[in-house]
């Protein structure tokens, strides 16, 4: 029976997986999105990106996640509050308020603690794309060991919103 299952669920596999490959182009909607950093001074570049509509905490937020390929180990994140009231844009809100996250070796870096900070500005700020730059120290808490802490510098981000919701 095991047998079974298991040469059923490869069957299954292999048969989603060639019938999706002759409908995606050969350029995906991802190329030209990038999140670029050096943390603790070693440069990184993530160009797997993808962009949802969240509702985690009882409002809609875009979050923006990069990671590295299939590597899902080190992601670094972006959440935008959008309007709600006017179709989940990032543009009619008040402030184009950015939060950034980073998970790294099973720890989750924010800011939160005296000792983390950072800094963004961004040159673009529309619902189709989003572009700028970031620095700052973000803080992990390990169940009442001493904090740790990553510093970002040299960062910027380019994504391209729109494309990669309609993905």
Excluded: P, W
């Amino acid at each position: 029976m095991k047998k079974i299952f298991l040469l059923l669920t490869v069957t299954v596999l292999s048969l989603t997986t060639t019938s999706c490959s002759s409908d995606d182009s050969s350029e995906t909607t991802t190329s030209g999105s990038y999140i670029k950093y050096k943390v603790d001074g070693v440069q990184k570049t993530l160009n797997n990106i993808s962009v949802e509509i969240n509702s985690d905490f009882g409002y809609n937020y875009l979050e923006i996640i990069g990671q590295n390929g299939n590597d899902i180990t080190e992601k670094l994140g972006f959440a935008l509050d959008i309007d709600e009231e006017n179709n989940n844009s990032i543009e009619t809100v008040e402030e184009n308020y950015l939060q950034i996250y980073y998970e790294y070796a099973g720890l989750y870096y924010e800011h939160g603690g005296a000792a983390s900070t950072y800094d963004y500005e961004t040159e673009i700020f529309t619902d189709e794309r989003i572009k700028g730059n970031f620095t700052g120290i973000l803080e992990a808490s390990t169940n009442g060991s001493e904090s740790q802490y990553k510093t970002f510098t040299e960062g910027s981000f380019d994504i391209y919103i729109e494309d990669l919701l309609q993905q």
